[in-house]
């Protein structure tokens, strides 16, 4: 027998070897048995290292240091181990139990060296965790490639018997009040020496380790010496110590990369929640990035759809207002090679930051060497990485600096095509997948109208409750500037000092408390209705001030309050089913974070509130609370303001809408029809903005409602941006070359038929100047096709169409826009669109753009 302590003396490991030489552990923590005696060992095609195991020697080593890493949960990462080393021999090779023993956590691995072979065949591994009887609570993911799955509370049953769950799974003891976390370690980057694994159940108390499905029951070929993941337990004595832990992240080596100055976590926003084309447009992409520098946010996430004949620019526009920019790319590109070796330096030379890379959605050992090459040329080349379809993580953050989350979770996006995630779900992930890692769950979002199945103060919690090195925000910027909920997203850090659980058990709440060297915010969220009490002690001497954000109307508002606190206090919060609130407490609250404010976000503006229209037709006054009133516009109203000078302003309006509807906007003498869009629900604030031209002087602006449901409009803003507007060109018959057909989509002359020898040309494209212009192509489409853009005798610009028709039936009714860049001349030119290799998407036109301020780029 023998017994390995932790450096505390807190836990100790004991190894012992039966008469047939084979070896089991057992875990030990407060004098508590925390995994029973359960076997060790492992298969290959040298035969079995499980029995007839001769001991060689043994030896004893001390782990103490310090390390930090730019996204991580807490400043400093602490290493504190002690390890042993169990060397034997068999089948005529040396074999290896390396075991470390932490305060809160145990670890082994194999290790084997046959001296004149170059490879290993590995079948399977014995390796077991047993538990005792008190150990009745457990929640587990039922495996899924993408581990977007939700982790649900099971039983010692049958039911269990031979299913594989990903890990991490969790453990409780209520007897003993403790936690146990199973995990491995230091897998994606050994560049491919082995699979990721996964648990397999057995109702008779254990679990053991199973290969990845993808391998088919085939055998893992590895190099020699071959050292196996590290597979660990996390013992912890209450939720605090279990979302502390950092045994993964110990267990991998240290960075490779000296200077970490380019890796910056942030926050992010995301347009795909509302709009999963919003990429393909340039334009609004700098809108986004023109909302990221105004509030202080660090980042813009390009989903798919973004083209490469503008992403230079906006990055290099995102950069002047320190702004980065992360872009999606699907795997499938980068999956050799040759490919990544191609596309990353390309990429990195454009600008971006980082990559958002999707799909793996496979465990097996190839795709274990495909993370580790893509983060190696990621690194070469200055790139941050997101692993979306991915793994989960292991604690290679700590190897690669620049690998700041993964995906790994069911997140926000499943509400696109189902009615999960629920609150059960949200308030499990924080004890069970992100213990293990950063997760890019793209929390907080409302606007799914059918199944939103949580409060507005619930969403506002979870990017405090929840752990991303970039945390990319579900919430549109239509929806961010007319939420209150917005400022505590302002108040929000890019990383924090630390954590700390105040109160939480899965699937009940989560009370998550995080700060800074002066800052503090609590993020808590809940699924029944409950009262909570946060005590203060985490606070220093003297008096704070607590910004408390909260549900209001049945959680579809966010309410703010203030109050004083000491830490001596308690923070009493009542929280509604499937509720939540945040909490922002420093010493004196000042302004909130503020940046680059310009374009989009000008502050060259003249806010106009609702409540002091003139109202016509029926319109009738609204107060939705002490600080928000409006107006219903059953009819119309009229806004008074003046301008100093004549030109193109942009017209905002804030407003609450169930339904969609039709506006009509006279301003001077400018008429302006327009459709609304929705915003969900009567207390769900929307902004949509409108080009309008005025004259100097006095301005009357006279919005009428045409036809829909009588909308409720809070404010308007008049933006001095000048705005350029577009120039609008619709097919006709005189556009088609070679065949094809003009059809009616939602009464609107559409071309299709197109490609290969069918194609539509334009040939009365009139500039204003030579420059570059913002072509966008006006289309349908029920799947993805090529398209390409020639303006002039210029180089094509070779792209694709994304689908317009979301998850559904592949329908070619709803419309969809996409955006690129050309350079015209100044007159008349040339503009043809054409697919040589296959079908077009149906072509309902383009309009030609330019940026804010009326002058194009400059070839």
Known sequence: MWMLKSPGEKLKILVGQKEDGSLCYQIKKGGKTRIRKSRLGIYTDLGSFEKDLLFEDVEYRSIQEEYSIPAGKKSVYENSAREMALRFTAQGAAFTLRVRAFDNGAAFRYEIDAPGRPELMVEKEVTEFRFGKSYESMWLQDWVPTYEDPYNPRGWDKSINGQIFGMPSLFYSDRDSSWVMINEANVLNTNGSYCSCHLVGDEHRRMTIGFAPEEKGNPIKTPLPFYSPWRYVVAADDLNELVNSTVNYNLNPPSVIDDTSWITPGRALWSWWQDMNGAQLYMESRDYVDMAAAYGFEALTLDCGWDP???????AYAHEKNVKIWAWTPMQRLDTVEKAEKLIPLWASWGIDGLKIDFFEN???????????????????????????????????????????????????????????????????????????PMDYTPTAFSNRSNKNTTMGHQLALPVVFDSGVTNYALTLRYMESWKGTDFLRRTKAHYDGVRVLSGYPGDHAAILRWTDSEWLIGVITVLKKEIYLPMDFLGEGEYEAEIYEDSF????????SQKVTAGDTLELRLLQNGGAGVYI???????????CSGYMSKRYTELLCADAGLHGGSEKIQWDHTTGGVVLNGSMTLHTAVEKSGNYSLRLFYAAEEDWEMEADVGSDVIVEKMPASGAMRTFLTHTVIVSAAAGDLPIRIRR???????????????????RPLLYGVSEENLTGGGEIIFEDGIPTACGLGGDTELLFTDVEAGWDGRYVLRILYS?????????????????????????????????????????????????????????GLMSHIRGFELDCVAGGLPGKK
């Open 781 to 837: 489409a029920g799947d993805n096709r090529d398209i390409s853009i020639q303006a002039n005798d210029d180089k094509p610009i070779h792209t694709y169409l994304h689908n317009t028709a979301g998850w559904g039936f592949p329908s070619w009714e709803t419309a969809g826009e996409k955006e690129v860049t050309v350079d015209l001349k100044k007159g008349k030119n040339w503009i043809r669109f054409y697919n040589d290799h």
């Open 706 to 724: 045409l036809r829909g449901k009588a909308p409720a409009i809070w404010k308007a803003k008049l933006i001095d941006n000048n705005p350029f």
């Open 363 to 437: 465990d097996s050992q190839h795709t274990m060497w495909q993370y580790h090459m893509i983060a190696d040329l990621a690194r070469e080349n200055r790139l941050m990485i997101n692993y979306h379809g991915s793994v989960k993580p292991m604690g290679e953050g700590r190897t690669w600096p620049h690998f700041l989350t993964a995906e790994g979770i069911m997140g926000m996006e499943h509400y696109q095509w189902s009615n999960l995630p629920d609150s059960r779900h949200n308030c499990t992930v924080p004890f069970t997948r992100n213990v293990a890692g």
């Open 586 to 596: 420093t010493r004196k609250p000042g302004a909130l974070p503020e940046g680059i």
């Open 554 to 561: 049945n959680g579809e508002m966010i309410s703010v309050r």
């Open 309 to 315: 004949c503008w992403i230079e620019e906006l990055c």
